[in-house]
């Protein structure tokens, strides 16, 4: 089953984003073979204001301990996830 997590950052924390962006990025890495898509939600500057990720796992609590384990999160840079079911229809 596919999942969107939706992660929104709490205001002000670019310098939280910054300092665990490689540690998100090989974290993301191990999980290669379940992401359909993976990048950073931007504000109208182009300045990262949270992460929007597609990916397969097995079950919801599957996704939620990736959630879980992502650094970003383990760091206190998200003010809300939100993990929902998805289903690619198009193209």
């Known amino acids: 089953m596919q999942f969107m997590i939706y992660c929104l950052d709490k205001p002000g924390q670019a310098a939280v984003r910054a300092q665990n962006r490689d540690a998100h990025l090989a974290y993301l890495k191990g999980f290669a073979d379940r992401v359909v898509v993976a990048g950073p939600l931007l504000n109208e500057d182009g300045g990262m204001i949270g992460s929007l990720l597609l990916m397969a796992f097995a079950s919801r609590s599957e ?5 879980a384990g992502d650094p970003y999160g383990k760091a206190g840079l ?9 289903k690619k229809v198009l193209p």
């Open 63 to 67: 996704a939620e301990a990736f959630v």
């Open 78 to 86: 998200f003010q809300s996830v939100t993990v929902t079911p998805w």
